[in-house]
C-alpha cells in the first residue's frame, strides 16, 4: 500500500514563497506522472502542477510563471516551490499519481494572508 506524505506548507503574506515536499513508501515516484492538487473549502479538487517520468513540467494558467514542480529522484521526493503567492492559493495541498491515483494524503495546508 502506498502511503503520500505532504509537507512544507504554513503561514505566509501576499508575495511570499513556500516549497512543499511529496513523499512516498511503498513506491518509487518517478516512474510516474506526479501532480501536486490543491482544494479551498467548498472548492473542487484541481491540478495545478505535474511532472512527468522523464522531468518535463506543466502547469495550471492559474500559477504558471510562479509555481515550479521538481523531482529529486535519489531522494524519491517531488517539489512545488511556490513564488509569488497570493490569498487565492489558499487550499490544502496534496500530490498524487495523475494517472491511476493512490490513495489521498492527509495534505499540507498553504494559508496566504496579510
Known amino acids: 500500500q502506498v502511503q503520500?506524505?505532504?509537507s512544507g506548507g504554513g503561514l505566509?503574506?501576499?508575495g511570499g514563497s513556500l516549497r512543499l515536499s511529496c513523499?512516498?513508501?511503498g513506491s518509487i515516484l518517478w516512474f510516474d506522472t506526479i501532480g501536486w492538487y490543491r482544494q479551498a473549502p467548498d472548492n473542487e479538487r484541481e491540478l495545478v502542477a505535474r511532472i512527468d517520468a522523464s522531468g518535463n513540467p506543466d502547469y495550471a494558467d492559474s500559477v504558471k510563471g510562479r509555481f515550479t514542480i521538481s523531482r529529486d529522484?535519489?531522494?524519491n521526493l517531488v517539489y512545488l516551490q511556490?513564488?509569488?503567492l497570493k490569498p487565492d492559493d489558499t487550499a490544502v495541498y496534496y500530490?498524487?499519481?495523475v494517472f491511476r491515483q493512490w490513495t489521498w494524503?492527509?495534505?499540507?495546508q498553504v494559508t496566504?494572508?496579510?
Open 112 to 114: 496566504v494572508s496579510s
Open 105 to 108: 494524503g492527509q495534505g499540507t
Open 23 to 25: 513523499a512516498a513508501s
Open 82 to 84: 511556490m513564488n509569488g
Open 73 to 75: 529522484n535519489a531522494k
Open 12 to 14: 505566509v503574506q501576499p
Open 4 to 6: 503520500l506524505v505532504e
Open 95 to 97: 500530490c498524487n499519481r
